[in-house]
T-cell receptor
Framework: AAGVIQSPRHLIKEKRETATLKCYPI?????VYWYQQGPGQDPQFLIS???????DKGSIPDRFSAQQFSDYHSELNMSSLELGDSALYFC????????????FGPGTRLTVL | AQSVTQLGSHVSVSEGALVLLRCNYS??????LFWYVQYPNQGLQLLLK??????LVKGINGFEAEFKKSETSFHLTKPSAHMSDAAEYFC?????????FGTGTRLQVFP
């Protein structure tokens, strides 16, 4: 079965640079969620989109923005990167058949130097 | 507000022994509860979930969990541990739009 696809899998950036993370949900899933997992931490909710509209917002810094496109893929844009942004960024998706269940992608590991 | 507490950040068992990972939740509404497993350098894989109905939930890889409302618990068990079960396990509670995770329990399995 098709899973959530995230790209890139690894990303290395310098401080103050920008980064764009991409997420392709499971086919026919209309909701996308972004989570940030710091080293040794539990995943923290950042933001979610349903049918291309922002549906909920968590602890996402103002330097970050995200959107969902007409094909339901989503992008997380991160600017003015800081050392503390180094983390694993997960995307998850859900669909109408199982709205209560989120399926996670493999994550993008961002390292800020 | 909803929250999850996982008791024990590390659990060690011998291969073949019972696995018990503890999770207690706090929720003002009937909760949806989940267990996810994370292998090193990998994403989160759904083990099992409780939404409504039967309180004993069976998941993948021989794991099961029981929703106990009176104890606000959703502990994860497996009768016999296997070396391949070594991983990080996260309990989570769902609100309408996001998962709230516990701090995780690292399971070690010794031969």
């Amino acid at each position: 079965a098709a899973g959530v696809i995230q790209s890139p899998r690894h990303l290395i950036k310098e401080k103050r640079e920008t980064a764009t993370l991409k997420c392709y949900p499971i086919p026919r899933h209309d909701t996308v969620y972004w989570y940030q997992q710091g080293p040794g931490q539990d995943p923290q909710f950042l933001i979610s989109f349903y049918e291309k509209m922002q549906s909920d917002k968590g602890s996402i810094p103002d330097r970050f923005s995200a959107q969902q496109f007409s094909d339901y893929h989503s992008e997380l844009n991160m600017s003015s990167l800081e050392l503390g942004d180094s983390a694993l960024y997960f995307c998850a998706s859900s669909g109408t058949a199982q709205r209560d269940t989120q399926y996670f992608g493999p994550g993008t590991r961002l390292t800020v130097l | 507000a909803q929250s999850v507490t996982q008791l024990g950040s590390h659990v060690s068992v011998s291969e073949g022994a019972l696995v018990l990972l503890r999770c207690n939740y706090s929720s003002s509404v009937p909760p949806y509860l989940f267990w996810y497993v994370q292998y090193p350098n990998q994403g989160l894989q759904l083990l099992l979930k409780y939404t409504t109905g039967a309180t004993l939930v069976k998941g993948i890889n021989g794991f099961e969990a029981e929703f106990k409302k009176s104890e606000t618990s959703f502990h994860l068990t497996k009768p016999s541990a296997h070396m391949s079960d070594a991983a990080e396990y996260f309990c989570a509670v769902s609100t309408t739009d996001k998962l709230i995770f516990g701090t995780g329990t690292r399971l070690q399995v010794f031969p």
